[in-house]
């Protein structure tokens, strides 16, 4: 079996290996950086990301898959004549080129946005009056992340992987080796690392990435046509505003743990170190498998479409049973693994017993966590999108209750159990709804 006669495998396999790769980086990266700017600085750190997430979907989450999808489109309709290629090739140049024009410019009214409001987003929204620097710094980052994901969203519709693969470890090199070279310059003039240089890392692996996009990229002339502008913004436009309900929904959540810590009885260094025990050590251990699922749930969206279109649906029922028997595999392999040594995890490579005590806590997520992702891609290839974002808007909802009215009598673990119950909730839903789908 030759793998270029496979793209779903293939680019499932030159995915996780990137992905693998990046994500190691970037595990022990943050491993260096709690070593360095500490849980305190971890958490003012983290505490800027709900806002930068919200921008970036604003400014790509839809258009990104619109480009997939209309580049995709063309690229299907095969011509045995050179003028016919030529056309479908042009067409495809120009969704890129409409689709990252519209990108572009949102994503720098959302960078002016952000330098000119970053006091007050950072005092009323984020609470936290240092966080106005960073937020700053990170929005410098946006139009290049904008212009990284559009190139991603042509190659994954012309199911072309390497590039996207290359891009995105190359990024994560990059952001990793500049805070280095930042620190040891501080470290010689006797200063220490601050949050600060850490969002410059993510400024320079940004434009490192677009930059390798750009020079491996093949330039043609395009015609860009109303017609175009026209069908991309309607076809992202829904995806948008889902992808920012939910990410409003997550940011809040992130948000607000801080002050109902506070609530519970916690200082504000406290709670700003128990914040980024959880999001900056615990979470990046318990979501570093989810690169093997990750990988497979970017691809399984256009394998399901296409097998839905084509009517064969052996294939989707296939896919969807050999999915969920490697996530539960998985996801119980993962979780024991916590639930004996993640104690040990947290105390060694953050020499933090509580972030090891999140660790063996989190482990139970794991089946779920890998479920939830790839069953909610083949849905989505199935056209249940709708049904999808009520499953995660209500679980969202369900943990913004936890963390207002259950974290500041119970403390954190309330939220952790939510986590826990709000996976289950959507694991099983997403079953019933492919078990409907069968019958």
């Known amino acids: 079996m030759e793998l270029k006669k496979h793209p779903l495998l293939s680019g499932t396999i030159l995915l996780t290996i990137t992905g693998l790769s990046s994500r190691v980086i970037g595990f022990f990266y943050r491993v260096f950086l709690s070593h360095t700017i500490g849980a305190i600085g971890l958490g003012i750190y983290q505490l800027v990301f709900p806002v930068f997430v919200l921008a970036f979907a604003l400014?790509?989450?839809?258009?990104?898959?619109?480009?997939?999808?209309?580049?995709?489109?063309?690229?299907?309709?095969?011509?045995?004549?050179?003028?016919?290629?030529?056309?479908?090739?042009?067409?495809?140049?120009?969704?890129?080129?409409?689709?990252?024009?519209?990108?572009?410019?949102?994503?720098?009214?959302?960078?002016?946005?952000l330098i000119r409001n970053a006091s007050f987003l950072a005092l009323h929204v984020i609470k936290e009056e240092s966080c106005a620097s960073l937020l700053k710094i990170i929005s410098l980052s946006?139009?290049?992340?904008?212009?990284?994901?559009?190139?991603?969203?042509?190659?994954?519709?012309?199911?072309?992987?390497?590039?996207?693969?290359?891009s995105q470890l190359l990024e994560q090199i990059v952001r990793v080796l500049s805070v280095y070279l930042f620190f040891i310059i501080l470290r010689e003039k006797n200063l220490p690392l601050t949050p600060a240089h850490a969002m410059w890392g993510i400024v320079c692996g940004e434009i490192a990435a677009c930059l390798c996009c750009i020079t491996t990229f093949?330039?043609?002339?395009?015609?860009?046509?109303?017609?175009?502008?026209?069908?991309?913004?309607?076809?992202?436009?829904?995806?948008?505003?889902?992808?920012?309900?939910l990410n409003l929904f997550a940011s809040a959540e992130?948000?607000?743990?801080?002050?109902?810590?506070?609530?519970?009885?916690?200082?504000?260094?406290?709670?700003?170190?128990?914040?980024?025990?959880?999001?900056?050590?615990?979470?990046?251990?318990?979501?570093?498998?989810?690169?093997?699922?990750?990988?497979?749930?970017?691809?399984l969206l256009p394998s399901i479409s296409q097998a839905k279109a084509t009517g064969d649906y052996g294939h989707i029922r296939n896919a969807t049973k050999q999915t969920v028997e490697f996530c539960v595999i998985l996801g119980l392999c993962c979780s024991l693994g916590f639930l004996f040594f993640g104690r040990m995890t947290g105390q060694l490579l953050?020499?933090?017993?509580?972030?090891?005590?999140?660790?063996?806590?989190?482990?139970?997520?794991?089946?779920?966590?890998?479920?939830?992702?790839?069953?909610?891609?083949?849905?989505?290839?199935?056209?249940?999108t709708v049904y999808t974002f009520i499953c995660n808007l209500l679980c969202c909802g369900g943990r913004l209750l936890t963390i207002l009215l259950l974290l500041p009598r119970f403390g954190l673990y309330a939220y952790l159990w939510s986590m826990l119950a709000s996976q289950i909730a959507i694991t099983l839903a997403y079953l019933w709804a492919l078990l409907r789908k069968r019958k």
């Open 350 to 384: 953050f020499h933090n017993k509580l972030a090891g005590s999140y660790i063996q806590s989190l482990g139970f997520l794991c089946p779920f966590l890998f479920l939830t992702g790839t069953l909610g891609s083949i849905l989505n290839g199935l056209g249940r």
């Open 142 to 166: 946006l139009p290049f992340a904008c212009m990284h994901a559009a190139f991603n969203g042509y190659y994954y519709g012309k199911k072309k992987t390497a590039i996207p693969a290359i």
């Open 254 to 299: 992130a948000i607000l743990i801080p002050g109902a810590l506070i609530s519970y009885g916690l200082g504000r260094e406290d709670a700003l170190s128990t914040f980024g025990i959880l999001t900056g050590m615990a979470m990046p251990v318990i979501l570093l498998p989810t690169v093997f699922t990750g990988s497979l749930s970017v691809l």
């Open 59 to 113: 400014c790509t989450a839809g258009i990104q898959t619109a480009i997939s999808k209309y580049v995709a489109e063309y690229d299907s309709q095969t011509t045995e004549t050179y003028s016919g290629a030529k056309k479908t090739a042009s067409s495809s140049h120009a969704v890129l080129y409409c689709g990252m024009l519209m990108s572009l410019c949102l994503s720098i009214l959302c960078s002016f946005f």
């Open 218 to 245: 093949t330039f043609r002339r395009a015609h860009i046509r109303a017609k175009l502008a026209k069908e991309i913004s309607t076809f992202a436009l829904p995806l948008t505003g889902n992808r920012l309900i």
